[in-house]
């Protein structure tokens, strides 16, 4: 079975701080993707960036960057320079076949002004 | 234009009574996606349409779930016989195609509760 694990229900940090959440997975197969979404209260989900794993190249988005560490099956998201905006809950996702996405339970991250 | 929307936002209901929860996706995808979300919980994958086929059902929590999609759009998720613990926020999501390199797009959700 394929298993998403994030080991930090909360996090905290100041404005303009650079934070990371952690992610570890497991899967049999050799090509998947695997996504980290941010859910505000308004309960949208919201794809915040993805990695291929068949690329050795860590994805980045703006502000956002992952660590891909395939051997050890990590994927972390950093956030640099954080905004009151990115108060939410994050999700990290396997995408399991072709079909469905498997998450992990969330940390919930909290910006302080 | 529009996004992937769900009707209603909310809904309250009786154990015992049924529930038709509606997703309408983003216009022209044919993949639809259907998550279950419980209480500080991550999403639970559900059942997926491949255009109106749906290949696997086996999410499905049990025999008291259901879900059709007809003409390539619009999906319902029924739930009959509601118990308690079938209170939760229901998550639909669309992609353009079906596989891998395509982004899901996901609605607001419906959060069901199950007095």
């Known amino acids: 079975a394929q298993t998403v694990t994030q080991s930090q229900p909360e996090m905290s940090v100041q404005e303009a701080e650079t934070v990371t959440l952690s992610c570890t997975y497991d899967?049999?197969?050799?090509?998947?993707?695997l996504f980290w979404y941010k859910q505000p209260p308004s309960r949208q989900m919201i794809l915040v960036i993805r990695?291929?794993?068949?690329?050795?190249q860590n994805a980045t988005e703006n502000r956002f960057s992952v660590n891909f560490q395939k051997a050890a099956k990590s994927f972390s998201l950093k956030i640099s320079d954080s905004q009151l905006g990115d108060t939410a809950m994050y999700f990290c996702a396997l995408l399991q076949g072709a079909q469905k996405l498997v998450f992990g339970q969330g940390t919930r991250l909290t910006i302080n002004p | 234009g529009a996004g992937v929307s769900q009707s209603p936002s909310n809904k309250v209901t009786e154990k015992g009574k049924d529930v038709e929860l509606r997703c309408d996706p983003i216009s022209g995808h044919t993949a639809l996606y259907w998550y279950r979300q419980r209480l500080g919980q991550g999403l639970e994958f559900l059942i997926y349409f491949q255009g109106n086929s749906a290949p696997d059902k086996s999410g499905l929590p049990s025999d008291r779930f259901s879900a059709e999609r007809t003409g390539e759009s619009v999906s319902t998720l029924t739930i009959q016989r509601t118990q308690q613990e079938d209170s939760a926020v229901y998550l639909c999501a669309s992609s353009l195609y079906f596989g891998q390199g395509y982004e899901q797009y996901f609605g607001p959700g419906t959060r069901l509760t199950v007095t």
């Open positions: 899967t049999s197969e050799n090509n998947y993707y």
């Open positions: 990695q291929e794993a068949y690329k050795q």
